[in-house]
């Protein structure tokens, strides 16, 4: 059987009740990474460093809230048949916020992007800050912030693909790995592996797009509709709950993001700026 084996056991260490995780590490250090790479370019955009950092704190916990609301309606008969008991972040009962440093399980991506955009665009009018501007400056950020969090995936299994028999597969064989147990021990497509791929090239392709864009608001737009392309493409190789039309979640949302994305990037585009007054 052809594969790349991940033997590798999810959980760094037990500390009585706690679980620190590969993949809650990789989340920490994806949040950090994000950052320190938005307060750089923020500066040069007239953003102030402080107000980055104070940002900072309103994405991780609207991107938290949203990924987990997403989760909890993805997967919602499993949820609602114990409300309380499966609502916390991680199983066996740790409270919330233990779970939101030490393990960061059960979240979704398209719902951290939405949590922290809603976030983002409060945060934009509290502090007067253009919501347009804002959002461009996040947008290298987030890209590297996620390419390191699909680092923990790989380690943790919750995002695998569908059974393959191409020479890169990934075979899961630590029993406390996150993949499906139909999957387990079988040859799967290394879904976050392609993600880091479409990523680092969207990353490179957006810093060289960035120098042609004179209004705000385009570069994250085109963000939105790259990565939007990505998920529903590569979802083929993934097994999830098919919604309608024999598509995905993900492919779903992507689909709805994709044309908010491009409507909205006509509109920036035809929109008149208005001119300074002298």
């Keep these: 059987m052809n594969g790349i084996i991940i033997s590798i056991d999810p959980v760094i260490v037990h500390l009585g009740q706690l679980e620190l995780r590969w993949y809650g590490l990789a989340i920490m250090m994806a949040v950090v990474a994000g950052i320190l790479i938005t ?4 500066k040069k955009r007239g953003i102030a460093t402080e107000d980055i950092y104070s940002l900072a704190l ?9 990924a987990r609301l997403f989760h909890v309606i993805e997967y919602w008969g499993y949820y609602i048949s114990d409300l309380l008991q499966r609502w916390p972040f991680q199983q066996g009962g740790l409270p ?3 779970a939101l440093v030490w393990q960061f399980q059960g979240l979704a991506i398209w719902g951290a992007l939405v949590g922290g955009g809603v976030a983002a665009l409060a945060f934009a009018r509290l502090k007067h800050i253009p919501a347009g501007r804002l959002f461009d400056v996040m947008v290298p950020g987030l890209l590297v912030a996620q390419m390191i969090g699909r680092l923990g995936c790989i380690v ?3 995002a695998a693909g569908g059974v393959t028999s191409l020479p890169w597969a990934f075979i899961y064989t630590h029993p406390d790995a996150f993949i499906p147990a139909s999957l387990f021990g079988q040859p799967t497509h290394p879904y976050p592996v392609y ?11 957006i810093l060289r797009l960035g120098r042609n864009f004179k209004k705000d608001g385009l570069l994250f737009l085109s963000y939105l509709s790259l990565y939007a392309l990505a998920r529903f493409f590569l979802t083929f190789v993934r097994q999830e709950k098919i919604w309608f039309w024999g598509l995905q979640e993900a492919q779903v949302v ?7 994305s491009l409507v909205a990037m006509i509109y920036i585009s035809r929109r ?7």
Excluded: Q, T, Y
């Excluded at 309103?58 to 949203?66: A, E, K, P």
């Excluded at 992507?254 to 908010?260: D, E, Q």
């Excluded at 008149?272 to 002298?278: D, I």
């Design 254 to 260: 992507a689909l709805l993001v994709l044309l908010f």
């Design 39 to 42: 307060a750089h370019r923020g």
């Design 156 to 158: 943790n299994g919750d």
């Design 272 to 278: 008149r700026v208005p001119e300074e007054v002298a």
């Design 96 to 98: 919330i916020w233990g």
């Design 195 to 205: 993600e880091i791929i479409w990523n680092g090239l969207a990353l490179l392709f």
């Design 58 to 66: 309103w994405l991780v916990l609207g991107g938290i809230i949203g």
